[in-house]
């Protein structure tokens, strides 16, 4: 009769107990009274049943194999077997539903094949889902989210979960809100998030709870004061940027307070719920007033004044020099002088004769720039600024070696340009009127000099006849006249 191993099976009755008993004595008698006899081994059958509407396989392995497989159609008395109920994916092994599994519930299952069939059922199903619901309480405002662990993504909270699942809840407030607490029966003793929640089979409905707080806020006020003039930024600590201070803040907030000077005026100190030269506040619990206190700064009077024969600019750290500066301001003074004056140098005002200087304003200031003209060039010392001058050439010039000797005489000026010979010749079987002669020329003032000038093949041939030739002298720099050119005498 089979058994489960440590356990005395259910369906064993009285009857069956009184059988073994006679069979027993039955053997003892035999034994006692027979000839020896060889026993043989008697197999039983072991039926393996599927029930659910999940899906999974059982194995059988022999106690001691350490092999579990296919579970065969029967075993010899006295074997002990362990069975093994595996679930496919996504299904789970209910419990064993037979009289002879079922007291173990979760797998494996042990038995002793002894004197009668066995049959044996294990129950499937889909994996359990369990419901989550997840509420919010308190004055404040808030999310919650859920990351299935191992994903590193959370979002929205489902309605559900699969057994097993393990769950991290984030608790996180809106602006103006912060977290208090789980108040429910599940997360509470986490006290602050994050929460961590596994669903588990006796966990038929989750319910969780988070409590959100309205941060309250509380007025600040910031006041100037003084004779002079500035304004008050706030920083939200670690924000790094400073601005307008808001009327109201939330409890907790850190704020750092700058009291920034205008032109003109210095920062002293500050008064009220700032006591220190460096204004630290927190937030907390009661309006708090803060007073930054500026004076004004004495101003001196300053003025340039510029002399000399010359012009120029003299500008103040980089701009126009202003009338009046603060007491203990240093400025920066730069001349620069106009074209056809130079710059000579500064005096007063504790500025040296340099091109540029800083003076401090300890008191009423006057610094004077000194420019002069520069010398104007004349004809004297620069040609290029004098009159040009006329050239003028001698009524004859001879002509020797096809040259034609040109006396020049400047005046008005130094004389620079170009001459021509214009003249009537025989060109072939005709008379034309040509350029006969070309020659360029430089004379200073009241110079006289002879200029020679190449002459046409076609004049040279009539003056080589002994004929005298009458040119039209022109050109630049040259006064017009008519030149008579004569051969030399050979």
């Known amino acids: 009769m089979p058994r489960c191993l440590g356990k005395t099976p259910l369906h064993t009755s009285r009857s069956a107990a009184r059988l073994r008993f006679g069979l027993v004595l039955t053997a003892v008698l035999f034994a006692a009274f027979a000839l020896p006899a060889i026993a043989s081994a008697t197999?039983?059958?072991?039926?393996?049943?599927?029930?659910?509407?999940?899906?999974?396989v059982v194995k059988c392995e022999v106690a001691g194999s350490g092999t579990a497989g296919t579970c065969a159609s029967s075993y010899l008395e006295g074997t002990e077997l362990v069975l093994y109920a595996t679930p496919n994916a996504g299904y789970v092994f209910v419990e064993w539903t037979d009289d002879y599994c079922f007291p173990y519930e979760s797998e494996p299952c042990e038995l002793t094949i002894e004197e009668e069939p066995v049959e044996v059922t294990a129950e499937f199903g889909p994996i359990p889902k369990y419901p989550l619901t997840v509420k919010l309480a308190g004055t404040g405002k808030g999310v919650v989210k859920c990351e299935v662990a191992g994903s590193g993504t959370a979002g929205t909270c489902a309605s559900s979960y699969l057994e097993g699942t393990e769950l991290v809840l984030y608790a996180t407030p809106n602006?103006?809100?912060?977290?208090?607490?789980w108040t429910d029966d599940y997360c509470f003793f986490y006290g602050s998030e994050p929460c961590e929640l596994i669903f588990e089979k006796e966990e038929e409905v989750a319910v969780v709870t988070a409590e959100f707080r309205s941060i309250p806020e509380?007025?600040?006020?910031?006041?100037?004061?003084?004779?002079?003039?500035?304004?008050?930024k706030?920083?939200?600590?670690?924000?790094?940027?400073?601005?307008?201070?808001?009327?109201?803040?939330?409890?907790?907030?850190?704020?750092?307070?700058?009291?920034?000077?205008?032109?003109?005026s210095e920062f002293v100190e500050w008064t009220g719920d700032c006591l220190n030269e460096t204004c630290e506040l927190?937030?907390?619990?009661?309006?708090?007033?803060?007073?930054a206190i500026f004076k004004a700064r004495p101003l001196v009077s300053f003025v340039v004044i510029k002399s000399g024969t010359g012009t120029g600019t003299v500008s103040c750290d980089g701009g126009a020099c202003a009338s009046s500066y603060e007491q203990g301001t240093k400025v920066s003074l730069t001349a620069s002088a106009a074209s056809g004056s130079s710059f000579s140098g500064f005096s007063g005002g504790g500025c040296p004769g340099v091109i540029s200087c800083v003076v401090t304003m300890n008191g009423p200031t006057a610094v004077t720039a000194t420019f002069s003209a520069n010398p104007q060039p004349t004809c004297a010392t620069n040609v290029s600024l004098c009159p040009p001058g006329t050239a003028k050439a001698a009524a004859t010039a001879m002509v020797k070696s096809g040259k034609a000797e040109l006396k020049l005489t400047c005046s008005g000026g130094p004389c620079k340009g170009t001459i021509q010979l214009k003249a009537k010749v025989k060109q072939g079987k005709?008379?034309?009127?040509?350029?006969?002669?070309?020659?360029?020329?430089?004379?200073?003032?009241?110079?006289?000099?002879?200029?020679?000038?190449?002459?046409?093949?076609?004049?040279?041939?009539?003056?080589?006849?002994g004929k005298t030739l009458s040119a039209r002298l022109g050109g630049t720099a040259i006064a017009s006249s008519t030149v008579k050119l004569k051969p030399a005498k050979k």
């Open 43 to 56: 197999k039983y059958p072991l039926k393996v049943n599927k029930t659910g509407t999940g899906k999974g």
């Open 175 to 181: 602006p103006g809100s912060e977290f208090v607490e």
């Open 218 to 232: 509380y007025a600040l006020t910031a006041k100037l004061a003084g004779t002079g003039k500035g304004v008050v």
């Open 430 to 465: 005709k008379t034309k009127t040509l350029v006969i002669g070309k020659a360029s020329f430089s004379l200073a003032e009241g110079a006289t000099a002879t200029l020679k000038a190449k002459l046409l093949t076609a004049a040279k041939r009539e003056l080589d006849r």
């Open 282 to 291: 927190t937030i907390e619990e009661e309006p708090l007033e803060v007073t």
């Open 234 to 264: 706030c920083e939200v600590a670690g924000s790094g940027t400073a601005g307008t201070c808001a009327s109201s803040y939330l409890e907790g907030t850190e704020l750092v307070l700058y009291a920034t000077p205008s032109a003109g």
